[in-house]
């Protein structure tokens, strides 16, 4: 049988890393063929670490949830991609928080403080002095809650409780910020003619008022994608409400991860139309978490939709959280211990040659964290010539004597059993040992 030669795959005299797509100074970018037409000019996220983060178990002081708003500062600088941040009202603490941030966005801060509340009048009336310009109300939206939560439970009587609200946070000359909880169980047949009441409602109130609607997956069981039945499909839940006649730059949406699709549901959200995406910076929340904003943001600013803010400042945040016995898990993206780090000698020695072969983009300059290894029976020669470089700048040939006996010392201890890996620290006099060794062959 005579075998055909196959065509060879013609070779270029330049590697093409596609600079485009995977800028070597920027994260990556989205390159549309087609690009959609629903996409916001801009989008922007709000924050709601001090309202969602404490119900998902922060231990917040008042000076550390003034920290917390110090560092949402120093991340978003002038970039606006951070715009506000809500505050409970209810306890003295919050209260002491609302103020001290209330008092530092006066004075320059770029972060906006907002509150939450139930929508009940009582609780539009303990926010009408406190010096806000804007407020969340809690608006149950499913029959899970409408027939559960009110007492007679039912559409009608939940709708009649919120809108009263609504008008008296209007009347105290706010904007009301309605938050349509467990919106992805929600029927249509509720959640339109409510935004339609509350809109003509407002009609009579400045535009500086119009109101803002919050689309809350709040158990994770949206979809992202178009096409899906209500009330699952996250952009049919916003191009549903654009075509009732609110603007994409008056949308929020906020998801919670209890399915693993929080970061998927907010960009399908903003892809079809809503501006802002409302979550916590490193995912703090109830339950799974929600949405974490700098995962968000890496993917908008790759979007253009927003100009991308300092993520090295989010460093000091999860060093804040360490603190409050709260801090990301090791293998948590981008911000975890682990995050960066291999333990695959074939990826060490990927890292060697051409480190952006096991990078997704420039992480020491634009995170502020290295590029780590740990030593284990996978590492090879590889990741001991890795961190010798790393440490102490000299680099290693795989045939050097000394750097071949560590490699053969540590292979004898996972030999004998050992599970744990060898970090730097337990190899430093050993590797500089090596490296002393190097330079005393060359003199």
């Known amino acids: 049988m005579t075998m055909s030669t196959p065509t060879p795959v013609p070779d270029v005299p ?200 919050r689309i809350c997956d709040t158990l994770g069981l949206g979809l992202p994608w178009d096409g899906v039945a209500w009330p699952r499909s996250v952009p049919g839940h916003v191009r549903a409400l654009i075509a009732a006649g609110i603007p994409g730059e008056r949308l929020e949406f906020h998801p919670h991860n209890d399915t693993h699709l929080v970061v998927a549901n907010a960009l399908a959200a903003v892809l079809a139309g809503c501006a802002a995406i409302n979550g916590t910076l490193l995912g703090k929340g109830e339950r799974t978490g929600n949405v974490p904003l700098e995962g968000v943001l890496l993917h908008l600013s790759g979007l253009g939709l927003v100009d991308a803010p300092d993520f090295t400042a989010l460093n000091a945040l999860a060093d804040l959280y360490a603190a409050l016995g709260q801090g990301v898990p090791p293998q948590y993206p981008l911000y975890g211990r682990d995050a960066h780090r291999t333990r695959a000698g074939i990826h060490a020695d990927g890292l060697n040659k051409f480190w952006p072969m096991y990078a997704p983009f420039d992480v020491p300059t634009l995170l502020g964290r290295p590029l780590s290894l740990s030593l284990t029976k996978d590492s090879g020669v590889a990741g001991l010539i890795f961190l010798i470089r790393q440490h102490t700048g000299r680099s290693c040939d795989k045939t050097d004597p000394g750097l071949l006996a560590l490699h053969a010392q540590l292979n004898a201890e996972f030999d004998a059993g050992r599970q744990t890996a060898v970090e730097w620290e337990e190899i430093e006099e050993r590797a500089r040992s090596v490296v002393a060794g190097m330079v005393a062959s060359v003199e």
Not at 102 to 124: C, F, N, Q, S
Not at 131 to 155: C, I, N, Q
Not at 196 to 201: E, P, T
């Open 14 to 213: 330049q590697p093409d890393l596609f600079p485009g797509t995977f800028p070597p100074d920027a994260f990556p970018r989205v390159v549309w063929e087609e690009r959609p037409g629903t996409l916001p000019a801009r989008a922007w996220t709000t924050e709601t670490t001090h309202r969602d983060g404490q119900q998902g178990g922060l231990p917040l002081t008042t000076e550390d949830g003034l920290a917390i708003y110090e560092r949402m500062g120093e991340f978003t600088g002038t970039t606006g991609a951070i715009r506000q941040a809500e505050f409970f009202v209810y306890r003295p603490a919050d209260r002491a928080m609302l103020e001290g941030a209330l008092e530092r966005w006066r004075g320059g801060h770029p972060v906006e403080p907002t509150t939450w509340i139930r929508a009940t009048r009582r609780d539009a009336e303990l926010v009408a002095g406190l010096g806000v310009r804007e407020t969340g109300m809690l608006a149950s939206a499913s029959d899970y809650h409408t027939f559960h939560k009110f007492t007679p439970g039912g559409r009608a009587q939940a709708a009649r409780t919120y809108l009263d609200a609504v008008q008296a946070v209007l009347d105290a000359g706010l904007r009301p910020r309605l938050h349509l909880e467990d919106a992805t169980r929600a029927p249509r047949e509720f959640i339109l003619p409510f935004v339609d009441a509350v809109q003509r409602v407002a009609s009579a109130y400045p535009d500086t008022q119009a109101p803002k609607f």
